[in-house]
Every structure is written in C-alpha cells, then in structure tokens.
C-alpha cells in the first residue's frame, strides 16, 4: 500500500473514532444495534470530512492526538486563570482601571492544532482577544496590558499555557 | 450516596450557580457601562462563557445520571470551542474595520 494511501486511511479511522466517541457520550445508548449504526454514521462522516479536521502535512500522531495526562492540567490551569481574570473584568465593570492595547507577540508551538488552542483559549479567558493568527504569529487585543514589549506581553498573556500546550501537542 | 459527598456536591452547585448569576449580571452592566465595542466584547465575553461555564459545571454537579453528565460534558467541549470563535469573528471585523478602540484617562489607569 502506497504511504499517502495509509495515511489517508489512518486520518479516516482516527477522525471516525473521535466522532463515535463523541456520538456515545451524546446518545448514551447501550444496545447492539445503536452502536452499529453510531458507528457507520461515524464513519460515513469522518470519510466526508476527515480532510478537514487532520491536515494533510501534518503526519505525525503527536501533532493532533493529546497526551491525557497534561489535558487534565491544562483544564485545571485554564478554568483557574479563566475565574481569576473574570473577577478581575467584573471589577473593572464595577469601575476599576484598565489599559486597552493591541500587542503582537510570537509563538513556539508547532503543531496547527495547538496554535488553534492557544488562540482559542486566549479568547476564552476573559481579558484578552485573539484577533489574528497568521503562522506564528498572533494579535491580541490586551484589555490590562501593562506593556508594549512583544516577549513580554507574550509572556503575559500565555501565562505558562504555551508551556502546557506544548506538552499537550507539540 | 454518602450523606457528606451530597452535601458537598449541592454546596458546590450553588457556589457555580451564584457564579452564573454574578458574571450574567457583571457582563450586562459592562454592555450599558463600556463606551465602545472593544470593551463590550469584553463584558459579554465575561457573560457568554464564564456565566454560562459555571451554569454547565454547576448542572454537572447536579446530574442525575451519568447519561445526563456525558451530554453535559459534551455541551460544554462544544461550547469552548464555538464561544471563543463567535467572539474572535466580531473582534476581527473590529481590528479589520479599523475601528479605534476607547483609551481611559490617565486617572482612569491602573
């Protein structure tokens, strides 16, 4: 078999079982049958899709496949500096201060699908917006930025979370 | 269920339920109190996904079954991804419109 043909049918089996793992966890369903049909549902899906959801150049496991182990404290860390920075957004509604700024700021991660998490939960924390990630390189609308230094704010608004992610993809 | 993990499990719920109710309320006075659409991306990002995290932690605390729990679980995976991505559409179009964001007054800084 030809390696882009496998690696097709790799892509189209892992997508497939991601999405059955998901459709079990949503149904809920135990019979025989349900999952059968879950499973060619899955499949027909990931067959029409799986080009969408793991790239072609990416061809490396590690690269869209998250070691478990550092998604528990990604999602310990992540929920601990999301409440921090709400509290901190309810106070500057309730009239605290704030410094708004645009900063651009580089980032190690390789893999797209970190580079996408990264960007995402920058969003997702109250405080900071992704606006663009085009590479490595991303713009953040900074609502408490404390300085204009590129590393620094970098530094700041990631926060250890590159660290993690890095751990979590590559 | 030992009577202490129940006890423990509702006191949780209602701390994530009043944290719903807290950052609802915070996020629609940061709409009405910040002077530009920056800003206010900001109050109703507080809205959007801290409130309606802490409503779906506090719903998984309380779920009867381990059925309702996986959708539960389910809900709120799909829910880190689409509430980030709405949010960064209207901040792109605002970076992309040129749109100057609000600078607080000097005294207004911390």
Same mark, same amino acid.
Do not use: C, Q, Y
């Given at each position: 078999m030809r390696a882009r043909t496998l690696w097709n049918l790799i892509?189209?089996?892992?997508?497939?079982?991601?999405?059955?793992?998901?459709?079990?966890?949503?149904?809920?369903e135990t019979s025989l049958f349900a999952? *059968?049909?879950?499973? &060619?549902?899955a499949m027909l899906i990931s067959a029409l899709t799986y080009r969408v959801f793991l790239a072609d150049h990416e061809a490396g496991l590690r690269y869209f496949f998250p070691n478990p182990i550092w998604v528990v404290v990604l999602i310990v860390r992540l929920s601990w500096s999301f409440y921090l920075s709400s509290f901190r957004i309810v106070g500057t509604i309730l009239g605290g201060p704030c410094r708004p700024?645009?900063?651009?700021?580089?980032?190690?991660?390789?893999?797209? *699908?970190?580079?996408? &998490?990264?960007?995402n939960f920058i969003t997702w924390t109250p405080g900071t917006i992704t606006l663009d990630l085009d590479d490595d390189h991303l713009t953040v609308f900074w609502f408490y930025a404390d300085t204009a230094h590129r590393r620094l704010a970098g530094e700041k608004i990631k926060e250890?979370?590159?660290?993690?992610?890095?751990?979590?993809?590559? | 269920?030992?009577?202490?993990?129940?006890?423990?499990?509702?006191?949780?719920?209602?701390l994530f339920f009043l944290f719903f109710l807290v950052f609802g309320l915070s996020g629609l006075l940061g709409l009405f109190r910040f002077p530009d659409p920056w800003s206010r991306l900001q109050a109703s990002s507080v809205t959007s996904t801290t409130s309606v995290f802490s409503l779906l932690t506090a719903l998984l605390l309380i779920a009867p079954s381990w059925a309702m729990a996986s959708r539960i679980l389910i809900i709120?995976?799909?829910?880190?991804?689409?509430?980030?991505?709405?949010?960064?559409?209207?901040?792109?179009?605002?970076?992309?419109?040129?749109?100057p964001h609000w600078m607080p007054e000097e005294k207004d800084k911390g």
């Open positions: 892509r189209w089996v892992l997508s497939g079982s991601v999405f059955f793992l998901v459709w079990l966890f949503f149904s809920s999952h *059968l049909l879950g499973l &060619a549902g700024r645009i900063v651009h700021f580089r980032t190690r991660l390789k893999s797209d *699908l970190a580079r996408f &998490a990264l960007a250890g979370l590159e660290g993690i992610l890095g751990k979590v993809w590559v | 269920m030992n009577p202490i993990l129940f006890w423990a499990r509702e006191v949780l719920a209602l709120m995976a799909f829910f880190m991804i689409s509430s980030p991505t709405g949010s960064h559409i209207i901040a792109r179009f605002l970076w992309f419109s040129g749109l």
